[in-house]
């Protein structure tokens, strides 16, 4: 028989797929004799089967009625008794951390008759009824769907009625009035009494827990971080202890190191006379713990050994959450902490010079993805910027947008392209669509421990959070600060490393790179196998690729040059020209532009090899879009039609000439499909001409360079190949150009040609091409739209994101790598074009190239490099060396 419960104090292996983080880190804690409340899990392998009959087996509940009995046992207390009533707390746990999971339920057992035990057990009527008024509140939201603003608005006019600030003040007979007109409002909303028997109540929420896996914002969060659905949460009840006793009582989060920077030393808050969910909610706006040594000395002497336990067991920064209870400390969880890319990379660097890491789990401690938000622009101290107001820095970066007041408008407005700073006056698990759609976030309320800030820094995003200077009125879309008051749509930028909020688009910087930072990276280098490139098409773009540790080009883009607007109109003489003759005078003033952007390219990779990919796209890409021709074209028709002679009709005849001139030559380029029509290496063979320019002026650069004493390495790359026969004439002029140039000039460059393989003909027959090919570099963009016969811009633009919605697709495949079908093409082609040239060397120039699961397939498919964008170089030299520890 299968078992489904565990105890904590039960001699099991803390196995987190099975327990979940929670329910694991319980049991380590408990075996290790920290003071944990008692209490029991259950597993997440009754989250799968909840999922399918919305119920459990009837065993299930017998296991946990005999836990419930072990408990009571423990406690000296009973589940439901009229004097000396047991209560528990009811929270989730995945195997992974994840927000968008149920909110905790404190306080559950409670109904009249316990409340009235609990209250002669305490001598403290309004202590018990505080209780009962947040166990109700919670209990129908997570549970019952009632929605908590209807709580929320009956506790105000409670305050306002007994002319108090805050709900600590009211007395019990306030409080009792408040219970009785919860229980009124959950009778109203759902049409049934609050459930009274605390075994019913355990039911109902153990079903909440594992109805929530499935909810929105878990979906959206497993989904953007790659956690499989399969996993499932447990269900973790624990006996209570109580923060809200009164001023010997409190609550509170904390951390062993900072979560923003890394920083050693105990980070976190607490608030008296609290439960726990007033920290993390951001109702109140919590202590610094460093507070709880004057207030406690004993328990905060306490509290840092623990953590100093905790952090050295684990061998990894922790997240702790406690509660104090009559000036006794009790862990009620703890987990790895999630922290901030800046702080990722600081705390897994000095745990391993602190000795209690080795490298390799420093290195897979740091999620490469979020590297790149470390190399995104800060806010210019230099500018002159209007102030705002101030609140608490709770994730470093800076963002600028246009104001929204919900989640659901900054999920709209960023669909549109609009780039947005999501304002609340705290954030909730429900807006997680909102937050990641946010360029930032700014809450008035909250402290560094709260929702937003928590999900902020796991996410990479800025966020500010206390900002109680701001009076934000959601109904109207207004935001209040003194006398200013802004507007939805207004823009404004926040500093989530001061916490300053300012007015306006504030200019950003871009950061410095960290000791830390470089001396991870180098642990990385020294590690991995797989080289790294980058794509890069201006000198610019190659210095700064190569700042971040590129160790060559993978794709420099020649077509990117031909669209600077003092070099359009020759490109569209080249294109329209009438002769040979034309075409090559204007290939001529070409030439010495092609030749300085090779130069400056070529000079900042010194050393290093640039492959260059000769001109891609249909040469109507150059020429005036067709519709706004048409339109050209009729409004000058009509404009002749209304001159009567003169000056002003010579004119306009003149431009219409040329504006039909070049309709009809647009017309004559124009293809049905041009993504698989004249371009790459067709267009080559059928303008020979353009490629030798290109080619010329490569090494002209080259020329030039070696006479100056530098080192050009550059590799000629021929697009869209998919027959060697293609290969074998472009290389034929690749090589007879490269060499003329090299006579004239009097120097030696090796001359280095292969090919870009993105249709599945080039990867089927890599064995004939690589005999015309020193390299491959697989275009994974282009090979992707071919083998699934997908135009990028219309299935990303149509249907792609039903597909991956609905599970059609696991993941968008121009994100990450198609494995069992591109990837097997690219597995292919490498197997294949070794086996006619064992030297061949390969890589990837597509988006692929900076995504870390991609690049594992890359490390395990024998590639030699990958290539990616210049931000995404940390990324890749990060996960290149995941792959080769795995």
């Known amino acids: 028989m299968s078992k489904w419960v565990y105890r904590f104090d039960d001699p099991i292996r803390p196995d987190k797929m099975l327990l979940g983080g929670k329910g694991a880190n319980l049991v380590e804690m408990t075996q290790a004799g920290l003071p944990v409340p008692p209490g029991f899990t259950l597993t ?54 994840m927000p968008g999971m149920m909110d905790t339920i404190l306080n559950l057992g409670l109904n009249p008759t316990t409340v009235e035990g609990l209250a002669r057990r305490t001598q403290n009527r309004r202590f018990a009824l505080d209780s009962y008024r947040r166990f109700i509140q919670m209990f129908a939201d997570v ?19 007994a002319g108090v600030e805050t709900d600590q003040q009211l007395n019990a007979d306030a409080l009792a009035d408040i219970v009785h007109s919860y229980l009124d409002i959950v009778e109203h909303e759902t049409g049934r009494p609050f459930p009274d028997d605390p075994r019913q109540q355990l039911r109902m929420a153990i079903g909440a827990v594992y109805a929530s896996w499935d909810n929105d914002r878990a979906t959206v969060y497993r989904k953007v971080s790659g956690i499989p ?19 010997d009582s409190g609550t509170g989060v904390a951390f062993t190191r900072n979560p923003s920077t890394g920083e050693p030393g105990v980070f976190g808050e607490y608030l008296m006379n609290a439960q726990g969910e007033d920290v993390v909610a951001g109702i109140r706006t919590p202590q610094p713990i460093q507070q709880l040594e004057q207030e406690m000395p004993d328990v905060y002497e306490q509290f840092i050994q623990v953590c100093e336990q905790l952090e050295a067991h684990f061998q990894d920064v922790q997240d702790i959450e406690f509660t104090v209870e009559r000036g006794r400390l009790y862990l009620l969880q703890t987990r790895a902490t999630k922290r901030t890319p800046e702080a990722a990379v600081r705390i897994a660097v000095d745990l391993v010079e602190e000795g209690r890491i080795d490298r390799a789990t420093a290195l897979k401690r740091v999620n490469p993805a979020t590297l790149s938000q470390l190399l995104h622009m800060r806010m210019d101290e230099s500018a002159t910027v209007t102030e705002l107001a101030k609140g608490l820095p709770a994730s470093p970066g800076a963002a600028s947008g246009r104001i929204v007041f919900t989640a659901d408008d900054a999920k ?66 207004t935001l209040q600060v003194g006398e200013r008051v802004l507007a939805e749509g207004d823009v404004m930028s926040i500093d989530g490393a001061s916490g300053r ?42 210095q700064r690729a190569r700042e971040l540790g590129a160790e060559g080009i993978g794709l420099c883009r020649t077509e990117h040059m031909f669209m600077h607007p003092e070099r359009v109109p020759v490109v569209q ?87 039909e001139q070049m309709l009809a030559q647009v017309r004559a380029l124009h293809e049905l499909n041009p993504m698989l029509g004249h371009r790459g290496c067709r267009l080559g063979i059928t303008f020979p001409e353009v490629y030798e320019m290109q080619v010329r002026a490569i090494f002209q650069a080259a020329a030039r360079l070696v006479s100056e004493g530098l080192d050009p390495r550059p590799e000629v790359m021929i697009p869209l190949v998919g027959h060697v026969e293609e290969l074998r004439r472009m290389r034929s002029l690749v090589i007879d150009t490269a060499q003329a140039v090299l006579a004239e000039r009097g120097v030696k460059v090796p001359v280095s040609v292969g090919t870009m393989i993105e249709v599945p003909r080039a990867a089927l027959t890599a064995d004939q091409i690589a005999t015309e090919a020193e390299f491959f570099s697989f275009g994974t963009n282009d090979l992707t739209q071919t083998t699934f016969g997908f135009s990028r811009d219309d299935a990303e633009g149509k249907f792609l994101h039903q597909y991956v919605d609905e599970g059609i697709l696991p993941e968008n495949p121009f994100a990450v790598l198609d494995e069992d079908g591109v990837g097997q093409l690219v597995k292919l082609g490498v197997e294949r074009g070794r086996s006619t040239r064992s030297s061949l060397k390969t890589g990837i120039c597509g988006e692929h190239g900076g995504d870390p699961a991609s690049i594992r397939f890359c490390h395990n498919a024998g590639l030699d490099y990958v290539s990616c964008s210049p931000f995404r170089v940390p990324v890749a030299r990060l996960a290149a060396a995941q792959a080769a520890l795995s």
Request: hydrophobic letters at 40%; glycine letters at 8%.
């Open 44 to 97: 997440t392998q009754l989250c799968g089967i909840y999922q399918a009959h919305r119920n459990l087996p009837e065993d299930v509940y017998q296991e946990v009625e005999e836990a419930i009995q072990w408990l009571e046992e423990r406690t000296g207390k009973t589940f439901g008794g009229a004097d000396n009533p047991l209560l528990v707390s009811v929270r989730s746990g995945a195997p992974i951390s």
């Open 143 to 161: 549970v019952l769907g009632v929605p908590i603003h209807r709580f929320e608005r009956q506790l105000e006019s409670a305050r306002r009625r």
């Open 229 to 247: 659905d399969s996993l499932g949460t447990a269900v973790n009840v624990q006996g209570m202890v109580f923060g809200n006793m009164g001023d």
């Open 412 to 477: 709209a407005w960023a669909d549109r392209g609009e780039k947005v700073i999501l304002v609340r006056t705290e954030t909730t698990p429900e807006d997680i669509h909102g937050i990641l759609a946010a360029e930032g976030i700014l809450t008035s309320r909250g402290g560094m421990t709260s929702h937003a800030a928590v999900v902020a820094r796991g996410m990479g995003k800025p966020c500010v959070c206390g900002c109680d200077t701001l009076r934000i009125n959601a109904r109207d879309k």
């Open 501 to 542: 909020v300012f007015l306006g688009d504030v200019p950003r910087v871009a950061p410095k790179l960290s000791d830390h930072f470089q001396k991870l990276l180098s642990w990385a280098d020294e590690t991995r196998r797989l080289g790294v490139r980058a794509n890069a098409d201006t000198p610019e773009d190659a």
């Open 573 to 659: 003489r080249m294109i329209l020209a009438a002769t040979q003759e034309e075409r090559q005078r204007a290939l001529d003033q070409l030439l010495p532009m092609q030749e300085d952007d090779f130069y400056g390219i070529l000079k900042a990779m010194d050393g290093l090899p640039v492959t260059i990919r000769l001109l891609d796209p249909p040469l109507h890409e150059f020429l005036p879009n067709l519709e706004k021709l048409i339109a050209r074209q009729a409004s000058l028709r009509t404009r002749r039609s209304l001159l009567q002679g003169g000056q002003e009709v010579t004119e306009v005849d003149a431009e219409l000439a040329g504006v």
